[in-house]
């Protein structure tokens, strides 16, 4: 028997405006999979960044806001707490998540937010013309740094699931890639755990992704997988750095302030 591809039912019939090779596509199927899945269709509310995936709400067949640069965790926190029965999704980049936004999404982390957090990160600023981003490698090339990039100048790459993982209030944190199927499938499995965190009143959820950029890296796409496992996995290593979720709090006490504990 033949396969056919079926369209998840939180996917509208639309065809996707991203590039050939482009990783949002892939992100977009396994986001509406783990929604069907999970039955949670009917009360899903995503946030659309600023960057490629900006028109996510013409894809998904749920409610999606569309956020200013960088402020979908802040955005996600008064929804999540205004409507505690929802399932919260920022979906970001690196330029949106990890430049103009870090302190958004840090703090979001730190004070457990009960949200969930898809990272995608491509190491470059993609729908502005492939400038230098904060997940840019080192010596890697963009329109901002013809000679790559210079850490003397321009700092180190950041590690956003390693620097949340350290968060107290981060239950959950991960990273995967789209550099195979095995990959993708892994992701998936991922994304579903995230989700479920956040059902099941856990707090802070936080997947990263490796997905690839041909355009901008002037990359085929079939180079482009090869780039994120030879390059991109070296810098960012794929696994979970942080899993809280079969953990419970030990004290439900009073904490004293310093003051107290004097008197």
Not at 67 to 84: F, M
Not at 130 to 138: I, N, R, V
Not at 196 to 219: A, H, I, N, Y
Not at 229 to 238: C, D, G, V, W
Request: proline content about 5%.
């Amino acid at each position: 028997m033949k396969k056919v591809f079926e369209r998840p039912r939180s996917l509208k019939d639309a065809r996707f405006h991203y590039c050939p090779g482009c990783g949002h596509s892939i992100l977009h199927r396994i986001v509406a999979e783990c929604v069907d899945r999970l039955g949670i269709r009917e009360r899903t509310i995503a946030i659309a960044p600023v960057g490629c995936a900006v028109y996510a709400y013409d894809y998904f067949d749920f409610d999606v806001l569309e956020i200013p640069h960088g402020r979908p965790p802040a955005a996600a926190t008064g929804i999540k707490r205004s409507l505690p029965g929802s399932v919260v999704i920022s979906y970001q980049g690196d330029g949106d998540l990890a430049a103009i936004g870090t302190g958004e999404i840090i703090h979001a982390a730190n004070r457990g937010e009960n949200i969930t957090v898809f990272f995608v990160n491509n190491g470059i600023y993609g729908m502005t013309g492939g400038q230098m981003a904060p997940t840019t490698l080192a010596g890697q090339r963009t329109t901002t740094t013809q000679k790559g990039r210079d850490i003397a100048t321009a700092g180190h790459p950041l590690k956003m699931a390693e620097l949340l993982s350290g968060l107290e209030g981060t239950v959950f944190a991960a990273r995967s890639s789209l550099d195979s199927p095995k990959n993708v499938l892994a992701t998936e499995r991922l994304f579903e755990k995230a989700l479920r965190c956040q059902m099941e009143g856990k707090g802070f959820s936080f997947v990263e992704v490796l997905s690839q950029c041909p355009t901008d890296w002037k990359l085929s796409p079939e180079a482009s997988m090869e780039w994120i496992s030879t390059r991109m996995a070296e810098f960012f290593p794929l696994g979970i750095f942080k899993d809280k979720t079969a953990q419970k709090t030990a004290f439900s006490g009073e904490i004293k302030s310093p003051v107290q504990e004097a008197r």
